[in-house]
């Protein structure tokens, strides 16, 4: 049974910064994508980031290109998300999630299989 339990969320003054992490476990494949994605109230969910973990590719959202980093420790099963230059609109929950890489990785909410329970940014004005 795949798990991921996300941590590092917070609240923090807009230009500040946060270090999501995810911790996966009970996956078999070594051919998978992981990705971040987020959610605020009365929207749809969207993909901020995505990374393969053998090839170590990265995706990014527009919204986010040039200020968030996303990066895995495969020896620890972590894969991290680096937020900086944080903006009021990057307010949402974020939640981790995982899927078989093949057809790549930047793919919609619905065709990630596995999800971690989220983890709340708040960035105020």
């Known amino acids: 049974q795949v798990q991921l339990v996300e941590s590092g969320g917070g609240s923090v003054q807009a230009g500040g910064s946060l270090r999501l992490s995810c911790a996966a476990s009970g996956y078999t494949y070594r051919e998978m994508c992981m990705a971040w994605f987020r959610q605020a109230p009365g929207k749809e969910r969207e993909g901020v980031a995505t990374?393969?973990?053998?090839?170590?590719?990265?995706t990014y959202a527009d919204s986010v290109k040039g200020r968030f980093a996303i990066s895995r420790d495969n020896a620890e099963n972590t894969v991290y998300l680096q937020m900086n230059s944080l903006k009021p609109e990057d307010t949402a929950m974020y939640y981790c999630a995982v899927r078989r890489s093949y057809g790549g990785c930047w793919k919609p909410p619905n065709q990630y299989n596995y999800w971690g329970q989220g983890t709340q940014v708040t960035v105020s004005s």
């Open positions: 990374i393969s973990l053998v090839s170590g590719t990265t």
